[in-house]
């Protein structure tokens, strides 16, 4: 699945998935354990500089071996679009933090870099579905949070595109063609690929890019659409043709998967007809996307 230092990992034989799950406890423990420091130095208003610290430290540990530089097969592409988005932006909240000797960033920026360009010329080979589908929109937003930490203008570009890609399909009722072939799990995956598009326009926004203007305002036709359908799945249920699974969003899953909401509330507060029914299950969490995203959301200008 991924390459770390001399250990390298590779397995996508479906009569083999629990070994796979092993093996990726080590990204997901890394991504958790780097987002929750990040946000505790967030949260701290810069002055817990030990769980600032901490991050970094993970960072430049992973960047030190190299880590998930080398991709084996496209399951593993994807896995990484999604975490590199997440160390990205945890990276963001720490970067500034000087370290008085040793300091780690230069390490750290070299290796999302190499990440991320080695994803991009992977994305760009792609000619079937997954180039317009939400892996493409992850592995865009994985770019332009590198891009805010390295200041590369042509991720920054390339992800916009990556963005557009999937706004540009967004249909009148806000949804993705794509995404409702997914059958009794479109809903799931209408908030899984919001995630990603929501996220690179906040960040898009800073740099000037307004996406939410893209086809006709498609983007607040998705969220309204992806956000409502979780509640109320009759619409979703008709265009996929499929009755769909139960959504719990008192479940940490359920709230993860909704988390990106507090960017979209936060820019357009009360126009999502869903929010209220949102909010009242906050704190919203996930840290493939930055962490505590009602903190986040809150605190950062």
């Known amino acids: ?32 354990a780097v987002s929750h420091y990040a946000n505790k130095y967030v949260e701290s208003g810069g002055t ?12 430049n540990a992973w960047a030190g071996t190299h880590a998930m530089t080398q991709m084996l097969d496209d399951e593993s592409q994807f896995v990484r679009s999604v975490n590199l988005a997440a160390w990205a932006l945890a990276y963001a909240q720490v970067k500034n933090l000087q370290v008085d000797r040793n300091a780690p960033h230069a390490a750290i920026e070299t290796w999302l870099a190499d990440m991320a360009n080695d994803m991009r010329s992977y994305v760009d080979s792609l000619t079937d579905k997954t180039a ?3 892996h493409r929109y992850w592995a865009g937003l ?24 999937g706004i540009s399909q967004i249909t009148s009722e806000g949804a993705l063609p794509l995404e409702l072939e997914r059958g009794s799990r479109a809903a799931h995956y209408h908030l899984y690929a919001a995630a990603p598009l929501v996220m690179t326009a906040a960040i898009a926004a800073t740099k000037g890019v307004d996406l939410y203007a893209e086809n006709d305002g498609a983007l607040h036709r998705l ?5 409502s359908s979780v509640f109320s799945p009759d619409e979703i249920e008709t265009l996929s043709g499929a009755e769909q699974e139960a959504f719990d969003i008192t479940s940490s899953v359920g709230q993860q998967n909704l988390a990106w909401f507090e960017f979209y509330a936060k820019s357009f507060p009360d126009q999502a007809p869903a929010q209220d029914q949102i909010f009242k299950y906050r704190p919203l969490r996930n840290n493939e996307i930055g962490g505590d995203m009602t903190m986040l959301a809150q605190s950062l200008s």
């Open 142 to 165: 994985a770019a332009i949070s590198v891009a805010l930490d390295t200041g590369d203008s042509d991720l920054a570009d390339w992800s916009v595109e990556s963005a557009e890609i």
């Open 223 to 227: 969220v309204s659409f992806a956000t």
């Open 1 to 32: 699945m991924y390459v770390t230092g001399d250990t390298t990992y590779s397995q996508i034989d479906p009569e083999k998935l629990a070994e796979r799950t092993a093996m990726l406890k080590p990204i997901t423990t890394f991504t958790a």
């Open 48 to 59: 817990d500089t030990d769980s600032g610290g901490c991050a970094l430290a993970w960072l």
């Open 132 to 134: 317009r589908n939400n």
